[in-house]
């Protein structure tokens, strides 16, 4: 039964099912952020591109694990993922795509179907949904900021690979100490999702002048007793597509993943 009706998050949160999330999403039913949708399960960034820039790419994601932990890789022309989800199609899974053409961003889009050519490879990547989940499933609250989460560019580089290179991004959370030290206890056991902060207090070591005002979202001060942790983001790899300027790739909006049928639990490493 097709989707009639624009649904709001507050809908999609009484459904546990991925897959149904997933139809509801294809069929035009939902096109807003997917945090907080579909509890446990593991949510991705999303990077689709021509083959042959594809190996460029895998290595520039070996390169720097951090802000590019790979889930899944597509054969080519196949915009399916199975190991990540029964059904899933890349094309039309997720609420919002990015679109770059010659290295800017074009535009954005609910369905990408109509762009889709024979040879484009989809990546996979881990997203940061996954290790907030496990933090406040062990008792640490998040910080508040209106729901959306600080980020900000860095000078550190990435390590290149082809035409793909840029600075690494990072998104920001601040803690008390005890729950700094928790933080990265429980984020340390995810690498498939950007494991622990690659940095710790003292943004201008990392080329970060204000925490105030971050560089995509809007931030705000942070409380005198807390310190902010670092990690590695998921909008790196868009800045190398950036970079890269190829003539057509895609990526997820920030903010709007591809949700799997994959337990968060399964990526523990200990």
Not at 97 to 118: I, M, Q, S
Request: some cysteine; charged content about 20%; glycine content about 10%.
């Amino acid at each position: 039964m097709n989707v009639t009706t624009r649904l709001d998050a507050a809908d999609l949160r009484q459904i546990a099912d991925p897959a149904e999330l997933r139809r509801i999403i294809r069929e035009g039913g939902y096109a807003g952020r997917t945090g907080g949708l579909a509890l446990g399960r593991v949510q991705a960034n999303l990077v689709i591109l021509p083959r042959e820039h594809a190996d460029d790419f895998l290595r520039f994601c070996q390169r720097n694990p951090k802000p590019c932990p790979l889930l899944a890789v597509s054969e080519p022309g196949d915009p399916t993922l199975p190991e990540l989800g029964e059904g899933i199609d890349v094309r039309s899974d997720l609420p919002s795509y990015n679109v770059f053409r010659d290295g800017e961003l074009a535009g954005e889009v609910t369905d990408v179907r109509d762009l889709w050519c024979d040879d484009f490879v989809a990546f996979a990547l881990g997203c940061s949904f996954s290790f907030e989940e496990a933090i406040m499933a062990a008792g640490v609250p998040l910080p508040g900021n209106g729901g959306v989460t600080r980020i900000y560019d860095t000078s550190i580089d990435a390590a290149p690979a082809g035409p793909f290179r840029g600075r690494l991004v990072v998104s920001m959370r601040p803690f008390t100490p005890a729950n700094a030290i928790r933080a990265i206890q429980i984020t340390s056991r995810f690498p498939g999702v950007h494991g622990a902060p690659i940095h710790i207090g003292k943004p201008e070591q990392i080329g970060i002048r204000d925490l105030v005002e971050d560089d995509y979202n809007g931030a705000g001060p942070i409380p005198a007793d807390q310190i902010p942790l670092f990690w590695a983001c998921g909008i790196t790899p868009q800045r190398a597509l950036a970079q890269a300027r190829l003539p057509l790739a895609i990526s997820h909006t920030p903010g709007h993943m591809l949700i799997t049928d994959r337990l968060n639990a399964s990526l523990a490493v200990f």
